[in-house]
T-cell receptor, first 114, second 111 residues
Framework: NAGVTQTPKFQVLKTGQSMTLQCAQD?????MYWYRQDPGMGLRLIYY???????DKGEVPNGYNVSRLNKREFSLRLESAAPSQTSVYFC?????????????FGDGTRLSIL | EDQVTQSPEALRLQEGESSSLNCSYT??????LFWYRQDPGKGPEFLFT???AGEEKEKERLKATLTKKESFLHITAPKPEDSATYLC????????????FGDGTTLTVKP
């Protein structure tokens, strides 16, 4: 049972490059989320998708775009990477949004922007 | 705006020395409060959900409690394997399942 799978696990980019972080879940969850975690800080929501076909901005969406490809997959794209986007990125999924259900997380993508 | 404050930032205990972690929150209608454990290099792992004041949940050496303003994670006779960062998060009613996280408490248990 894989749960939430994120690829790649590590990535180094140069300023201005673009890349897409991939996330897939096999728990048949409707809701998916992208967070960033900076040293000594909690998780900050970038974007979320309450259900297939919908996406909404979270707390820190600037510089990012997302695609809910299907019920399983939710990708995060950096169009023009900046050093301030150096962080650990976590994808999560949960049962229907608003039901007070916990989120299930992947093991993250560690991204460095030089 | 929903807010979550965790204290202390870091806690060092001797094996067997019981203690508590605090999570203070403000939310416009609590849908659920969550505790997660995060090991270095890993994603958060779900521990407990609490829905209403007075509720308690237990798992092995951990016990979570909830009041209208805060939650405590009590650790009884901790072992070195309990060392991790513990995250608290809240979901508000009508907020599409979005969670607001605290910054976490990093627990170190020395043998």
């Amino acid at each position: 049972n894989a749960g939430v799978t994120q690829t790649p696990k590590f990535q180094v980019l140069k300023t201005g490059q673009s890349m897409t972080l991939q996330c897939a879940q096999d728990m048949n969850h409707n809701s998916m989320y992208w967070y960033r975690q900076d040293p000594g800080m909690g998780l900050r929501l970038i974007y979320y998708s309450a259900s297939e076909g919908t996406t909404d901005k979270g707390e820190v969406p600037n510089g990012y775009n997302v695609s809910r490809l299907n019920k399983r997959e939710f990708s995060l794209r950096l169009e023009s990477a900046a050093p301030s986007q150096t962080s650990v990125y976590f994808c999560a999924s949960s049962e229907p949004a608003g039901d007070g259900q916990p989120q299930h997380f992947g093991d993250g993508t560690r991204l460095s922007i030089l | 705006e929903d807010q979550v404050t965790q204290s202390p930032e870091a806690l060092r205990l001797q094996e067997g020395e019981s203690s508590s972690l605090n999570c203070s929150y403000t939310v416009s209608g609590l849908r659920g409060l969550f505790w997660y454990r995060q090991d270095p290099g890993k994603g958060p792992e779900f521990l407990f959900t609490l829905y209403s004041a007075g509720e308690e949940k237990e798992k092995e050496r951990l016990k979570a409690t909830l009041t209208k303003k805060e939650s405590f994670l009590h650790i009884t006779a901790p072992k070195p394997e309990d060392s991790a960062t513990y995250l608290c998060a809240v979901q508000a009613v009508g907020n599409a399942g979005k969670s607001t996280f605290g910054d976490g408490t990093t627990l170190t248990v020395k043998p």
